[in-house]
């Protein structure tokens, strides 16, 4: 049997059924070994072929851009180091639910731990970050290969794709020579079954009536109940989690990531300023809740948390249709694996809609209280991360996409990014909550949703400073803030800070970097903001500008922390007096 | 039992016993989970601790510390995306047998796999790519613990340094409250067995006198035989395989990184354009060997794997101290597991001195004509690939250390720096042979052996920009020359290059970067050489600077190419010329 013929029947084979599964993109680190795969893919029609150098940024750029599509997308490198590059983002996926495709090309069999260049051993590369491993076989061309390879892509893209999404691995072990013979006429038309080898359709968990009319009982007990969402993409639970809070007249405490921050949705009973009212013991004691309905990730708001751990006696439900186990505060009374959407309609039709409740209103009563006495945060005339945020939810465009960085950005959102009806979605990584790969995550995102924003601290700024080679390569759109407080701001919020020794080696860790040099390598436009109307003035300019744009604010940390602290204390002061007076 | 004690006096007894080890220096990356432990080590008087916020790059660091002085580095990072970060340096470390002492902290057992945030299944992290794993105790205060903690501590070091060296990673689970008591008096007096917990004596594998004469006399029936040194780290080394060639008569095949090709040792028997004149068939011919004794990880040159495949009937020894199988060519005959400098010393000893040989004299002959017509590199006017290293080899200073990137760098050292008496240390990343990580591991080695140059193309340079972070940070002295080839140099050696068709989007991928904007962020000196005169007197020129300093030469893959395969046909029908006339 012909080398070649083998190699590209197989790779071909694989690659066309990639395309019927309804894989549009691929990211591609350069290399030897993937030789074979990448000319076949590069030669597909309905495949985008997107170059990354870097396979850490690359890794991530496939995970923005799927978190952004809810579709899968491939990842395609060389053997060896390159794809243990890979992990951070695997790992991101897998926590984060997101579904991805990673390709590697091995050594082939005869080439492993007998010290050949280039060859770790890949089998199992990403442990249990990967959801399903396969190490596929070498080429060889025939019908039983063809189905098995064919098979095998099928599941590979409908098992990333399902609940709870994530990552899986793929990993070919291809012999030299490796350049596939491209002549071959009609490369991707499949003998049989051309519309693709194997249909998979996938249900979703929904609860049997019974179940249901269960739930529902215990429900109707409670008229004190709050419904918690965290990050949470699904198609029109919006909707369906607002008629159920209409239902139960259960507030919705919505994290920035539940995407109920922001849309066209009822916002009436959207909980918005928790963060800040539940630092206050009067704000607690008013609002506590019997029943709590949770939905989605676990929130980032640590004054939420507390507050659901000092009401351990509540009931706790954890609707998760990717039958995870989300609950680090192990405060859970039951654990409902159905479908969240499905959920919300079902026990809504169940309890049908409930008169207004008094518990409710307060919720919203020391929502719209906060919100206001937040407002405090507009005199800020110095530069500061609290204003940034509040500024944003003003003025970001229709349509938006804000992506944010980890550490203090996510926190800041969480405190100042309020309810609007513009429909803007949030995103950041916080499967694993690291601070990398964050630019190329973004970017991968901004090219399926535009207008998108970046706003990041100056140490995940730098963490993934390579990921912006892909703005430039590709002409990528994208305007990035960048706040610059020399280090790691969150520090100076931990017990740490109040151990002067070592406290800026180890924990402040100043860069002292002119970020300026870096965009101008990456042609990007750049501008030091200095004060609040130089920033209006140029985020208005940038709105109709294309290409890689950064604003630079510089704050410093110790008045941040101030800054924070005082707010959080003074409307604080205002709760307590109303809700005493 | 108090929290913070049992804190502070397990992780307490963890560092002390670490330096008892002997290791002196650990790299950092802040985080918050780390907290206690970083806070420990930076109380320690005999530690040094490096900051360094980019985990992958930290890694690397650590490696090019600990490659450059033999003794283990450990590393510390906070849990979640942090630690997977550190995968692509561990893998590197294990295949190229480095020590690294890798500790994680990670969350309790109580906050995993329950949606807590930065929670990731760190057990067994690095799969097979760790030497030993230990999944830590939670802190507690004990005698037992203690000894526990210091057993661990004393253990790991010596099963990171054992033969083969390589990565350990041992995973701790903290509880917050995170700070440490760092008033308590005497934080690292240990209350027993003040010079270290347990002294681990390590052997090294020797062979039997019975073995030895056995093998000895196997040799003495062949008169033509090579010793292949491939990259290979042990002291006396050098002086013990010199003296096994005078003793067999047999010439050594110095592989770049086997540290022959420069040094105080006897060069007379060293051969070192191999990877020349082992293209041209009269020279395979008239070489042909009956045995072959390899020393070290296989050789970089692929002529000579060609050669030694193409010699399947020699005998072939592989003396490996570490017990490993480095065969890709699977034509090994005998594996030899001693240590290979007792090897050498053992085998000379028994064989005594043999005649003057003529085999050996032809390999000497067609070495110095070959080196002789490698001279023409000298004529080529423009810039190029091929006499950079060759000018390298006659410029860099004595006891200078060159540090050079993977892909064609590492090749063309292998062609064009020849033996030299000035003991010029070679370094690469050849474990796995991947590109990533360079700068950090360069200057990591920086901090040990100086002056240090570091030649990488665009690539490779790109992938690791974030590395020069540290130079700035340390004020760490560098001298880096960037070959600036736009792109992926290598590919345009391989068959692919035949099908210009996505050839460039594929693997030329031009980065077209302007470098100087990310050196004078880095706070380097940067200088752009236009010909053999500037580069010259450049070179003279940042001999005595201080700091991060970078050259880049621009040259053409097309024109590299090019000269590589016509000198290399000049020589060849020179050297076929010799032999025949």
């Known amino acids: 049997m012909n080398h070649q013929e083998a190699l590209t029947s197989y790779i071909a084979a694989f690659v066309a059924e990639l395309v019927q599964t309804g894989i549009t993109d691929v990211v591609v680190s350069p290399g030897s070994r993937s030789t074979p795969m990448a000319m076949v893919m590069a030669e597909h029609p309905d495949l985008n072929v997107h170059i990354n150098v870097d396979e850490r940024s690359a890794a991530f750029f496939a995970l923005g851009m799927a978190k952004a599509s809810g579709h899968p997308v491939a990842l395609l490198c060389t053997s060896g180091t390159a794809a243990a590059n890979y992990y951070p983002a695997v790992v991101e996926a897998y926590y984060s639910r997101v579904p991805l495709i990673v390709l590697t090309a091995d050594r082939p069999h005869e080439l492993r731990d007998v010290g050949a260049p280039q060859a770790i051993d890949q089998i199992h590369l990403y442990g249990k970050h990967a959801k399903w491993f396969v190490e596929m076989p070498i080429p060889e061309k025939s019908d039983e290969m063809e189905r098995y390879v064919r098979s095998v892509c099928a599941r590979a893209a409908a098992t990333a794709q399902a609940a709870p999404a994530g990552p899986v691995h793929l990993n070919f072990p291809f012999r030299e020579p490796l350049v596939p013979n491209l002549e071959k006429e009609d490369l991707f038309t499949l003998k049989s079954r051309e519309a693709g080898y194997v249909a998979i359709e996938q249900g979703v968990p929904t609860l049997h009536t019974t179940q249901i009319e269960k739930i529902g009982e215990q429900l109707k007990r409670h008229q004190n109940g709050i419904i918690v969402c965290g990050s949470l993409e699904e198609d029109g639970f919006a909707d369906a ?155 970001l465009p229709e349509g938006a996409t804000l992506f944010v960085g980890n550490s203090m950005p996510i926190r800041d959102v969480d405190s100042f990014f309020h309810f609007n009806e513009k429909s803007i979605k949030i995103m950041a990584n916080r499967g694993a909550n690291g601070i990398d790969g964050t630019i190329s995550t973004a970017l991968g995102a901004s090219t399926v949703l535009q207008p998108l924003y970046l706003v990041v601290g100056d140490l995940t700024f730098f963490h993934d400073l390579n990921g912006l080679m892909a703005a430039k390569l590709y002409n990528l759109n994208i305007k990035i803030i960048v706040i610059n407080n020399n280090g790691g701001g969150i520090f100076s919020f931990l017990p740490q800070s109040n151990h002067p020794k070592n406290f800026e080696k180890l924990f402040g860790t100043p860069l002292d970097l002119k970020f300026e040099h870096a965009i101008h390598m990456y042609n990007g436009t750049y501008d030091l903001i200095t004060d609040w109307n130089h920033f209006t003035s140029s985020f208005v300019q940038n709105l109709e500008n294309d290409g890689l744009s950064v604003m630079e604010i510089t704050t410093n940390r110790d008045t941040n922390l101030k800054e924070h602290r005082d707010l959080w204390n003074f409307v604080s002061q205002e709760i307590s007096r109303l809700l005493k007076g």
């Not at 929502?367 to 500024?391: D, P, Q, V, W, Y």
């Open 241 to 395: 989690v607002v008629a159920l809070s209409n239902h139960l007249q259960f507030p919705i405490i919505a994290d920035p990531l539940s995407q109920l921050r922001s849309g066209k949705h009822d916002g009436t009973n959207i909980i918005d300023t928790y963060d800040t009212f539940l630092r206050n013991e009067d704000a607690k004691k008013a609002l506590k809740p019997e029943v709590i309905i949770r939905f989605g990730a676990m929130p980032i708001s640590k004054a939420l948390t507390i507050f659901m751990k000092e009401n351990q006696d509540a009931e706790q439900w954890i609707i998760d249709g990717g039958a995870g186990w989300r609950d680090p505060s192990l405060l859970s009374t039951s654990m409902i694996y159905c479908n969240e959407k499905s959920f919300c309609d079902a026990i809504s039709s169940h309890v049908g809609v409930r008169p207004v409740s008094d518990y409710l209103n307060k919720w919203r009563e020391v929502n719209a209280f906060t919100k206001e006495n937040l407002m405090k945060i507009r005199e800020t005339s110095e530069l500061s991360e609290g204003r940034l945020f509040h500024l944003l939810s003003d003025m």
